[in-house]
């Protein structure tokens, strides 16, 4: 085997008297490259598109309702609740309520009057950004249709759907689940899109919360916060009171420049100080990176019931606006869009005509986002990465301790995924139950070794039992066994310009070579960074990434790389592959670093 002057920087083991030979040869040859960064048809290796169902809800043990059949039935009961409302009005008890209670409480002395200018462009801000986090939040559902409510996800037991039964087949997988959305609807439709849709839901997320942090300082150094906050509980019968007003279609006296009416109170004050912090909370619980260092929060609160709840939130804020613009409109358009958008209290059409100019903006925005997206992915990827980067960074270096689950926590079902491998020369590795396996072991590395399968069992044996996190969604408490990355550190000694180690799989990638990943070198020295050949006291199975697999307990399940061929430490990764980090990374747009 030759070696150009570059091979001998990536193996500086060759000049200390390593003879040449396998041992010394890099896998990054069988990689490909990612010929344009554009989203087309042969993206993904040409996943093709696959709808689900409608949306449906589990009731009771077997059957499942359409949630289509709400439109309807909401139809049917608003009618209904016109009628009891009008006929309720006329009793003399009622009306002696409705006396008692007209609709709005007192606020305190002090309160402002009218709305600021900076109201003006949260109102405008706020529509515009959950534009993009709604959007991009229904396509990362939709690549795991399905919602739980226990720690695990186990077919059968989602409570929440808009996707077929899981079928019978033991190796289907959790990519061959995911669903296509009109690319109006999902930011972008495309199926499995989800590494683009992270970055526009998380890059946005953190615009959003970053007016969110003004609009709180300012709501407090104004007061405005009186006008959002219930003073007494008076607000529940006048809430009551109001509601058959509106169900009556005598509508309560609009007086939203001076005091909103109680039912507008309870629906900014959900919306302000529950809704949004519980957004931010659950979407921080399904991070893999905080679930296991904050172990006292994730033992309760799982990343099962933060997509669910998350997911409940975002029907709040759908719910929110849908009923906000439609009475917004419907109790005179004119003078509420002079509240909302002019700072002013009368008929002129000032308002209007700036809010028409920011409804032209957010069209615009809507129209433009998925055809750019296709057409720019690795802008939108830089992009949401500069914006969400310095977040992330905070979190991307946490170490996790073993201890925070038992036995009794492993899942009775972890999804299998990624695509199998099936060349000539795994089917001879598996049909020899790996007897001729060899584990390589290179690059900036003192001591590259071949390792076979009963070599590493002959290591410090290392178990723990961890939570799977998949960027898809779903999760899955395993029991791994198998040898420490910390063990082979100590086995073939990094030369201090190894910064990254690279993992290569025998599985192909959708778009021909082979997967791999690259981990920073620090989390090789993690205490619940792994090779597994081991799961739940049993060999590793072949769905789950037999004869190894990685375990970085940190990081999202696609970093996790199955079917383990070789491991490649290196100073730098920009020469692998798409020069992107991963396989994923390269070809459709994941981030190397995925704490959050």
């Known amino acids: 085997m030759k070696h150009s002057p570059k091979d001998s920087q990536l193996f500086p083991a060759a000049d200390k008297g390593y003879k040449p030979g396998a041992v010394h040869e890099s896998y990054r040859t069988e990689l490909v490259k990612k010929e344009r960064d554009v989203v087309d048809e042969d993206w993904a290796g040409g996943v093709p598109a696959q709808y689900g169902v409608a949306p449906r809800i589990r009731v009771g043990r077997d059957r499942w309702f359409n949630l289509l059949w709400l439109i309807p039935i909401g139809l049917v009961v608003l009618v209904a609740g016109v009628a009891v409302a009008k006929g309720i009005r006329e009793l003399p008890a009622v009306q002696e309520f409705m006396a008692m209670y007209p609709g709005e409480s007192d606020l305190p002395e002090g309160a402002p009057v009218g709305f600021p200018a900076w109201l003006a462009w949260q109102h405008f801000l706020n529509a515009f950004l959950m534009i993009f986090i709604i959007r991009s939040g229904v396509t990362i559902l939709a690549d795991h249709p399905r919602l739980y409510m226990t720690r695990h996800s186990t077919p059968g037991k989602d409570w929440f759907r808009m996707q077929k039964p899981v079928p019978a087949d033991p190796l289907y997988t959790a990519k061959m689940d995911s669903i296509t959305l009109p690319d109006?609807?999902?930011?972008?439709?495309?199926?499995?899109?989800?590494?683009?849709a992270r970055w526009w839901h998380l890059g946005i997320d953190?615009?959003?919360?970053?007016?969110?942090?003004?609009?709180?300082?300012?709501i407090f150094v104004t007061g405005q916060w009186m006008r959002l906050v219930p003073m007494s509980w008076d607000v529940i019968p006048n809430s009551i009171s109001v509601a058959i007003q509106y169900l009556s279609l005598d509508w309560p006296l609009d007086n939203g420049w001076v005091n909103y009416n109680s039912l507008q109170l309870v629906a900014y004050f959900i919306t302000v100080f529950i809704a949004a912090p519980l957004a931010l909370i659950t979407g921080l619980g399904m991070s893999p990176a905080l679930s296991t260092r904050f172990r006292w929060i994730s033992s309760i609160f799982s990343i099962q019931v933060a997509r669910s709840f998350h997911f409940a939130v975002l029907c709040w804020f759908v719910m929110f606006i849908v009923v906000h613009v439609s009475l917004v409109f419907a109790t005179g358009a004119l003078r509420n869009l002079n509240h909302m958008y002019a700072g002013r209290d009368d008929d002129s059409w000032v308002g209007f005509w700036i809010f028409s100019a920011s409804l032209v903006v957010m069209i615009v925005a809507w129209v433009a986002a998925t055809p750019l997206t296709y057409r720019f992915p690795r802008k939108v990827q830089?992009?949401?990465?500069?914006?969400?980067?310095?977040?992330?960074?905070?979190?991307?270096?946490?170490?996790?301790?073993?201890?925070?689950?038992?036995?009794?926590?492993?899942?009775?079902?972890?999804?299998?995924?990624?695509?199998?491998?099936?060349?000539?020369?795994?089917?001879?590795?598996?049909?020899?139950?790996?007897?001729?396996?060899?584990?390589?072991?290179?690059?900036l590395v003192e001591n590259p070794v071949e390792l076979s399968l009963a070599?590493?069992?002959?290591?410090?044996?290392?178990?723990?039992?961890?939570?799977?996190?998949c960027i898809q969604?779903?999760?899955?408490?395993?029991?791994?066994g198998g040898v420490s990355m910390s063990e082979i550190l100590k086995l073939v000694k990094p030369t201090s310009e190894a910064k990254w180690a690279v993992f290569y799989s025998y599985a192909p990638g959708p778009d021909g070579g082979i997967y791999y990943d690259a981990h920073p070198i620090e989390q090789m020295k993690y205490p619940l960074t792994m090779l597994a050949y081991e799961m739940n006291d049993d060999d590793l199975s072949f769905g789950h990434g037999a004869p190894l697999r990685l375990r970085n307990e940190v990081q999202l399940g696609f970093k996790m790389v199955k079917w383990i061929k070789g491991v490649e430490f290196v100073a730098s990764f920009e020469e692998i592959g798409g020069g992107?980090?991963?396989?994923?990374?390269?070809?459709?747009?994941?981030?190397?670093?995925q704490s959050i």
């Not at 953190?206 to 300012?218: A, E, M, S």
């Open 206 to 218: 953190t615009l959003w919360l970053l007016n969110g942090i003004i609009f709180f300082v300012l």
């Open 580 to 593: 992107h980090g991963g396989y994923n990374n390269d070809h459709e747009f994941f981030g190397y670093r």
């Open 184 to 196: 109006g609807v999902g930011l972008p439709g495309r199926r499995h899109s989800i590494g683009l």
């Open 473 to 480: 969604g779903w999760s899955g408490v395993a029991k791994w």
């Open 382 to 443: 830089k992009v949401g990465y500069a914006l969400i980067g310095p977040a992330q960074k905070l979190f991307e270096h946490l170490d996790a301790k073993p201890g925070q689950y038992s036995e009794k926590d492993i899942s009775p079902y972890f999804w299998h995924n990624g695509k199998y491998p099936s060349d000539e020369e795994f089917e001879k590795l598996r049909a020899d139950n790996f007897a001729s396996y060899r584990l390589r072991i290179n690059g």
């Open 455 to 469: 070599e590493l069992r002959a290591m410090p044996h290392h178990e723990q039992i961890t939570q799977h996190f």
